[in-house]
């Protein structure tokens, strides 16, 4: 397992932007997958954005018009336009050595998590 450190969340009006990152400690080579989750409270936690090997990209498709992923070398980002109070959470990033999947049970490394909040 690797080691996740989450940073960047914070407070933010409606239409604001963040952008969250992710530094792994330990390997991250190929094959590799990272994503990010997030859980409001009384909610279940829900898969957001995914890459998989730092190329291939994924967006769920309810976010894909005001969220993005990328990475940088081994540090992943989310970048958050447009954000709306639906969106205010613990969001988490979270890594697996095989496939890229949005089910949150299948992630085996997961950081401390990183709060969201979006005020009307």
């Known amino acids: 397992h690797v080691q996740l450190v989450e940073s960047g969340g914070g407070a933010v009006q409606t239409g604001g932007s963040l952008r969250l990152s992710c530094t792994p400690s330990?390997?991250?080579?190929?094959?590799?997958?990272m994503g990010w989750f997030r859980q409001a409270p009384g909610k279940e936690r829900e898969g957001v954005a995914t890459?998989?090997?730092?190329?291939f990209d994924n967006v769920i498709n309810s976010l894909k018009d005001r969220f993005s992923i990328t990475q940088d070398k081994n540090t992943l980002y989310l970048q958050m336009d447009n954000l709306k109070p639906e969106d205010t959470a613990m969001y988490y990033c979270?890594?697996?050595?095989?496939?890229?999947?949005?089910?949150?049970?299948?992630?085996?490394?997961w950081g401390q998590g990183t709060q969201v909040t979006v005020s009307s």
């Open positions: 330990g390997d991250t080579d190929s094959n590799f997958c």
């Open positions: 890459m998989y090997d730092g190329r």
């Open positions: 979270a890594a697996r050595q095989q496939y890229c999947t949005f089910a949150s049970s299948y992630m085996t490394s």
